[in-house]
């Protein structure tokens, strides 16, 4: 059974500072690793997508992969309140597609 | 505009009275798959296909039906609607996995949602 987890939140942060968010995956075949955002009754919309150990960055958005310690983070710098969301970790290992983790509720402060 | 188009967005329905979700897409994408979101649940796929004529169950097929007839479509089928089937329903797309030696998969593309009441 392939799992993804993350702390549901929610996670609190005050504006103009670095929210951190993190997820675990069960399954060592995954390769393919996304974050998604989604507000309250809408569909998830794709933030990133990480395939390689290390860090990635676009934008104010920076995600890492740790496929040693089976650890995916996303980092938002200059947090807005329009990045207030829930934020969905993904992992993907083949035909049967994304495995998503239950999300991270983040409210950013003004 | 490249999108996920699904219908109706909201239905209201009543135990047992079937209905079909229709999903269409227009990347010409070959992977299509059904997703339901509940509270407390997060996104849990209900069943895939990789291309025409080519589907697969995901985690929590029972009770639904889908059908791929064309590539751009991919209607999700409840024969009889129960209470526990009361969700919000996402259908996405993307292109297939690929092999080099490991998988790696293509971001999906959601279309706008379903929410569904079955009363």
């Known amino acids: 059974q392939k799992e993804v987890e993350q702390n549901s939140g929610p996670l609190s942060v005050p504006e103009g500072a670095i929210a951190s968010l993190n997820c675990t995956y069960s399954?060592?075949?995954?390769?393919?690793f996304f974050w998604y955002r989604q507000y309250s009754g809408k569909s998830p919309e794709l933030i990133m997508f990480i395939y390689s150990n290390g860090d990635k960055e676009d934008g104010r958005f920076t995600a890492q992969l740790n496929k040693a310690s089976q650890y995916v983070s996303l980092l938002i710098r200059d947090s807005q309140p329009s990045d207030s969301a829930t934020y969905l970790c993904?992992?993907?290992?083949?035909?049967?597609?994304?495995?998503f983790g239950k999300g991270t509720h983040l409210i950013i402060q003004p | 505009e490249a999108q996920v188009t699904q219908n109706p967005r909201y239905l209201i329905t009543v135990t047992g009275k079937k209905l079909t979700v229709t999903c269409s897409q227009n990347?010409?994408?070959?992977?299509m798959s059904w997703y339901r979101q509940d509270p407390g649940l997060g996104l849990r796929q209900i069943y895939y296909s990789m291309n025409v004529e080519v589907t697969d169950k995901g985690d929590v097929p029972e009770g639904y039906k889908v059908s791929r007839k064309e590539k751009r479509n991919f209607p999700l089928i409840l024969e009889s609607p129960s209470p526990n089937q009361t969700s919000l329903y996402f259908c996405?797309?993307?292109?297939?996995?690929?092999?080099?030696?490991?998988?790696?998969?293509?971001?999906?593309?959601f279309g706008n949602g379903t929410r569904l009441t079955v009363t």
């Open positions: 993904a992992g993907g290992g083949g035909a049967d597609g994304l495995t």
């Open positions: 399954d060592r075949g995954s390769q393919s």
């Open positions: 996405a797309s993307t292109i297939l996995p690929s092999w080099t030696g490991t998988w790696t998969n293509s971001p999906l593309h």
């Open positions: 990347m010409n994408h070959e992977y």
